[in-house]
């Protein structure tokens, strides 16, 4: 379906659901602000099978006055216009929305694992049916291949999605836990209880993975939760904003579009948990504003992520498999080899393997590649194209600001002091700098903040090893690069500068819920509780201490 028929499709959908309602929350800024939009009820739906989907008119108050911009028609980007300051406390246009997300929540209607489960088929759903809607709007956003497009956006999702349909039940059960003594006959157990309204503030590199893999966790924990889409894919972010309350329950979920100053009135409410996606700058004031409240967070940031390549590998698998992970989707990934770590010689060997690699992927003129993206934006390109000054350009170099084009690109030479090396690149753009050693490259990354991913390539698996033992970051992979990512039995996420927290498969069910203990104990027995009170003696304390106490068992031996 072409991008340019979204608005008509959408306004259809979301007008049968604002008709469907009795109230709706709208909120429109001045001409000056980008506008918002959040497609949320102010007051309880008609009663419908869980996952019923908002744009039917079946069992709807349809046609009803509302007090608050119901059915009012849709603006640019899907905004619902209606009074300015609809539903807001104390001035915060936000405030009705996160009030009444939490009235549902507190009414326990996400709880029960029949009501997860088809929110989370309905987001299946949503994968499915909307699938060349997604593809076209990434597209668009930033040149992105259907194949890449479909790979990391549906697939990887998709994936995601299957295994926590397949464990949700395991997941939810109350986990038993060893008990001592004095409570062998009572019931100690961790409950898996959700936060409550959590907020997720999604990035534009990869606009629908980076927000629906946490939502899939925050909805298999059950939660009620608000969305923020990038304003920077303004096409993605129409697709999620339009059509994604046709899926969920907009008694329970939202979408919020907002730029900067938005989001920052939105950070203002106190949400039970916060994820963020993005960078290392902004996320210091999302956990700043998160400190207000003593809201828990996790960060997925990024950082200048090394690539070590010792002297005895096989370079044209290296230079396959680094070029692959560098140059997809046009350098725009938080863990991509941000740089290559290696000696003089290697540098020689590589550079060859490098440029028949990019040929092969690109062929001679990558420009012309439908396999080939571009840089999201104008501010993106030229801070990208100014790195392009550090070293020597080896390979590629060509920029086109018009088609926001920047060629694959490989920098010999490249010194520590070199812009390139100050910050994430974010492109395609590949810096090589040169070192004497593996003990010179570990010393070289231990000596930076800690990368959300580190790589190191060798035929010797002692060396990988080394690498892995001596340094510290979110995640590694040897031999290869990115391929962690697609795992969903591994944990991913950063430390340090690059991220606080994780998620994928159970990490992300395990961040979006509270593991509360609980012990529930015998009303009677009343004598063996004897021991524990006053008056004390020294009697008391040793059978206390019999009954109580853990002793050390053998020393325990790493296989």
Not at 463 to 475: D, P, Y
Request: hydrophobic content about 40%; overall charge neutral; glycine content about 8%.
């Amino acid at each position: 379906m072409p991008i340019n028929t979204l608005w008509s499709m959408s306004s259809s959908c979301m007008l049968l659901y604002f008709t469907s309602r009795a109230t709706t929350l709208s909120v429109e800024t001045s001409s000056s602000s980008p506008q918002l939009g959040m497609y949320q009820s102010l007051e309880p739906s008609v009663q419908q099978p869980p996952g019923y989907g908002k744009c039917s008119l079946v069992g709807s108050n349809a046609g009803k006055a509302a007090s608050c911009g119901a059915g009012s028609s849709a603006g640019s980007g899907g905004v619902g216009k209606g009074p300015e300051n609809c539903g807001a406390i104390g001035g915060n246009p936000y405030a009705g929305l996160v009030r009444h997300l939490r009235a549902t929540w507190l009414s326990g209607k996400t709880r029960p694992m029949e009501y997860r489960v088809a929110q989370l088929e309905a987001l299946g759903r949503f994968l499915d049916e909307k699938k060349q809607d997604i593809l076209e709007a990434t597209a668009s956003d930033m040149g992105k291949p259907s194949f890449e497009a479909y790979f990391t956006e549906i697939l990887l999702c998709k994936n995601e999605l299957n295994n926590t349909l397949n464990n949700l039940c395991h997941w939810m059960k109350d986990e038993h836990v060893d008990k001592n003594l004095v409570t062998q006959l009572d019931s100690a157990f961790i409950r898996k209880d959700p936060y409550g309204v959590v907020l997720i503030i999604a990035p534009w590199n990869y606009p629908i993975h980076l927000f629906l893999v946490p939502l899939i966790g925050a909805i298999a924990a059950g939660n009620c939760v608000i969305v923020k889409p990038s304003e920077t894919s303004k096409n993605t972010e129409r697709v999620v904003a339009e059509m994604l309350s046709c899926y969920l329950d907009n008694d329970c979920f939202a979408v919020v579009t907002a730029g900067v100053q938005e989001t920052t009135m939105l950070l203002e409410n106190k949400f039970d948990y916060i994820f963020f996606t993005g960078s290392t700058s902004v996320g210091r004031i999302i956990m700043t504003a998160a400190a207000k409240h003593l809201t828990p967070v996790t960060l997925e940031l990024g950082g200048k992520n090394p690539c070590y390549v010792s002297d005895t590998c096989d370079v044209q698998n290296v230079a396959r498999r680094v070029a692959w992970g560098r140059f997809f989707n046009a350098g725009q990934t938080c863990i991509a080899p941000d740089y290559v770590l290696c000696s003089v010689e290697m540098q020689e060997k590589l550079m060859p393997a490098l440029r028949e690699a990019i040929t092969e992927f690109f062929g001679s003129n990558p420009r012309e590649s439908p396999d080939f993206g571009r840089i999201v934006e104008d501010k993106q390109f030229r801070r990208i194209r100014a790195l392009l000054c550090s070293g020597r350009v080896a390979i590629g170099g060509q920029t086109d600001e018009k088609e926001r084009y920047i060629a694959p690109t490989v920098l010999a030479d490249v010194l520590p002091s070199d812009p390139a090396m100050q910050e994430e690149i974010f492109g395609p753009i590949l810096p090589i700098v040169v070192v004497a050693n593996m003990d010179e490259a570990i010393d070289f990354i231990n000596a930076r903040p800690r990368p959300l991913a580190i790589y190191a390539f060798s035929c010797d698996s002692k060396v990988v090893n080394q690498v892995l033992e001596r340094t510290s970051s979110g995640g590694f992979c040897g031999n290869d690069t990115l391929m962690h990512l697609t795992l969903t039995s591994l944990p991913f996420g950063g430390i340090g500068n690059s991220g606080l927290g994780k998620y994928h498969g159970k990490f992300t069910f395990d961040t979006f819920t509270h593991h509360r203990g609980c012990l529930h104990r015998n009303m009677g027995l009343e004598a063996l509780n004897a021991l524990r009170y006053p008056p004390y003696s020294q009697q008391k304390l040793g059978l206390l201490t019999a009954t109580f106490e853990i002793k050390r068992k053998g020393t325990c031996t790493l296989l």
